[in-house]
């Protein structure tokens, strides 16, 4: 299986620009995509094929890479931001996520 | 609006099956999209089980071919997961969700049912 390894957490003030990073143990060409988290809430689709915007997610996160690097940015991170981020492929079977990012605003 | 919520029994025991409903409102589950059923552990590790089509075929996570089966009552616009021979490990939080076919992106979730193996 594609093993997807993301930084376990991470802690931000308000304003800053984050970056949450996900390695793939081989290429996923550009099908990842990432997942915010909320404690107590359903996942919910950020970023797909690596670089595009879902609908109505606003403009402040933004992806990037291809092959096994990839990166979701948030630039400035807001106080409703905190949450676990999750990366996940869908180039080889079976689909698979990272571990999770937990960010932690300070 | 797409809306997917899951339903069945939050406890189980080790060795019997589980089983989930997940019924969908807002879109019908022939018209498109791959259907699928996902988990997540404690302490945050989450897996990818299978999925029904909207053909009707299915895809499994290896892990776990011998034990699932993703079926669909498209009377009723709802699909199940049944996993058998259940264990502690299959302890989690069960999320049904649509994937658009062939890229593997989901764009909708239910909210999740937590499921417990325990004697």
Known sequence: DTVLTQSPALAVSPGERVTISCRASESVSTLMHWYQQKPGQQPTLLIYLASNLESGVPARFSGSGSGTDFTLTIDPVEADDTATYYCQQSWNDPRTFGGGTKLELK | ?119
Not at chain 2, 22 to 50: A, H, L, Q
Not at chain 2, 68 to 91: A, W, Y
Request: hydrophobic share 30%; with cysteine; proline share 3%.
């Open chain 2, 1 to 119: 609006e797409i809306q997917l919520q899951e339903s069945g029994p939050g406890l189980v025991k080790p060795s019997q099956s589980l089983s989930l409903t997940c019924s969908v409102t807002g879109y019908t589950i022939t018209s498109g999209y791959d259907w699928s059923w996902i988990r997540k552990f404690p302490g945050n590790k989450m897996e990818w089980m299978g999925y029904i089509s909207y053909s009707g075929s299915t895809n499994y996570n290896p892990s776990l071919k011998s034990r699932i089966s993703i079926t669909r009552d498209t009377s009723k616009n709802q699909f199940f997961l049944q996993l058998n021979s259940v264990t502690t490990e299959d302890t989690a939080t069960y999320y049904c969700a649509r994937s658009i076919h062939t890229m593997g992106i989901t764009d909708y979730w239910g909210q999740g049912v937590m499921v417990t193996v325990s004697s």
